[in-house]
């Protein structure tokens, strides 16, 4: 079955971290990015980056840099979300998604896959 | 401008065709995907590339471009269309934008 799954809800305090992971299954890892986005309570969507499961390269927005690590494991078909030194305003709830559209042209791409989300909560 | 717009919320009553537009330069270069989104739930994928539908999505789905707008119509709006809606694009240092989001009301 072709899915992501991820990791269960985490509490966290400022200051501390947290990784989430998503585990893919029914095709092959390498084949397609693997972006991150969250959603905090009652706003849209952000997007986080991606990641290259093939290379382990990844593309994090400057928001992000220095404070997110994007890895993975290829041994396990998973992927990882790494957020440093967290905040209150970090509270969200974390999404992977795949990425695809690669068939169809440099113009075209969309994610076509999610994961069910994890929820981080960051309180003292 | 590296955003992608929408109008926080928009109507429809029940059985009629609403536009969701999503706004931005990147839109001239990229197309747009757009995503539905429940309470609770994460987005659906509904269309992508040029007027394209997963498997499983109505056809009362529809997207299209001009010049820097994406469009999403719904033609024959149900009650289960209620949700908010995501346009998504690249933009040209491979990284995505997201739109605001519309919440879509059904009457």
């Known amino acids: 079955q072709v899915q992501l799954v991820q990791s269960g809800a985490e509490v966290k305090k400022p200051g501390a971290s947290v990784k989430v992971s998503c585990r893919t299954s029914g095709y092959s890892f390498n084949a397609h990015y693997i972006n991150w986005v969250r959603q905090a309570p009652g706003q849209g969507i952000e997007w986080m980056g991606w990641i290259n499961p093939y290379s382990g390269g990844t593309n994090l927005p400057q928001k992000f840099q220095g404070r997110v690590t994007m890895t993975r494991d290829t041994s396990i078909a998973t992927a990882y979300l790494e957020l440093n030194r967290l905040k209150s305003d970090d509270t969200a709830v974390y999404y992977c998604a795949r990425e695809a559209g690669y068939s169809s042209g440099w113009d075209t791409r969309y994610f076509d896959l999610w994961g069910r989300g994890t929820l981080v909560i960051v309180s003292s | 401008s590296s955003d992608l717009t929408q109008d926080p919320a928009v109507s429809v009553a029940l059985g009629q065709t609403v536009r969701i537009t999503c706004q931005g330069d990147t839109l001239r270069s990229f197309y747009a995907s757009w995503y539905q989104q429940k309470p609770g739930q994460a987005p659906v994928l ?53 739109g605001g989001g519309t919440k879509l009301t059904v009457l």
């Open chain 2, 46 to 98: 509904l269309i992508y590339g040029q007027n394209n539908r997963p498997s499983g999505i109505p056809d009362r789905f529809s997207g299209s471009r001009s010049g820097n707008t994406a469009s999403l119509t719904i033609t024959g709006a149900q009650a289960e269309d209620e949700a908010d809606y995501y346009c998504n694009s690249r933009d040209s240092s491979t990284s995505h934008l997201f």
